[in-house]
């Protein structure tokens, strides 16, 4: 068994939120073990319940679009979430809940080992930037231990906004470029602290 195949049949046994009663599926991510890109969004919603894949209903469609104009397939990367539960209601994530399920997005990473990772919203940006303003970092990328983090609206909300949209869009356009030239992108000087909920 692949050490992602272990990860999610764990997954699957956690009951440790409330939530993890009401779900339809668990919705522990996907894509390639070996992807140099991570996409992080913030949790699933009705389509991803339904069927135990991320971002697979209008903002799925949205990331796929985005994901094209670049050259890349969702088989190219990996997709996860902050929490691998549906929030009732699609309500935002509770603090327990992104603590609880914190673990299993770093065994992800662990894994994946990723050159890149791209955060989608604020949830998942506020895990490693912490006290930033989406507003403020997005399209902007920091390099710590030799992995690129870089923030990017989510894609729901840049669905409805067309502000966002054209920032979401033209922050993607950066992403080949940033990889190319990772080796070349200095460190940051102070490593920063990963947000504790
Ligand atoms: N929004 C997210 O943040 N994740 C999904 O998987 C779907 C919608």
Redesign the pocket.
């Known amino acids: 068994m692949s050490a992602l195949s272990e990860l999610y049949r764990e997954i699957a046994l956690c009951q440790q939120c409330e939530i993890a009663k009401y779900r339809n599926k668990v919705?522990p991510g996907e894509g390639a073990e070996d992807a140099d890109i991570m996409f992080i969004?913030?949790?699933?919603?009705w389509?991803?319940d339904q069927q135990g894949?991320?971002?697979?209903?209008p903002?799925?469609k949205y990331l796929d679009e985005l994901l094209a104009s670049v050259g890349l397939s969702r088989e190219q990367v990996y997709?996860a979430?902050?929490i691998k539960c549906r929030p009732q209601g699609n309500r935002d994530p509770l603090p327990t809940e992104i603590h609880n399920c914190r673990k299993w997005l770093e065994r992800q990473i662990e894994i994946i080992c990723p050159k890149m990772i791209v955060t989608?919203?604020r949830?998942?940006m506020a895990m490693f930037f912490p006290s930033k303003s989406i507003s403020k970092i997005h399209g902007t990328a920091q390099k710590r231990d030799n992995v690129i983090y870089y923030a990017m609206y989510?894609?729901?909300a840049a669905l409805h906004q067309q502000s966002l949209r054209r920032a979401i869009e033209d922050d993607m356009l950066k992403i080949p470029s940033l990889l190319a030239r990772a080796e070349t992108i200095k460190e940051e000087q102070q490593p920063q602290q990963l947000t504790m909920f």
């Open positions: 919705v969004g913030e949790a699933p919603g389509y991803e894949r991320p971002f697979v209903g903002a799925g997709i979430n902050v989608l919203g949830y998942s989510h894609p729901a």
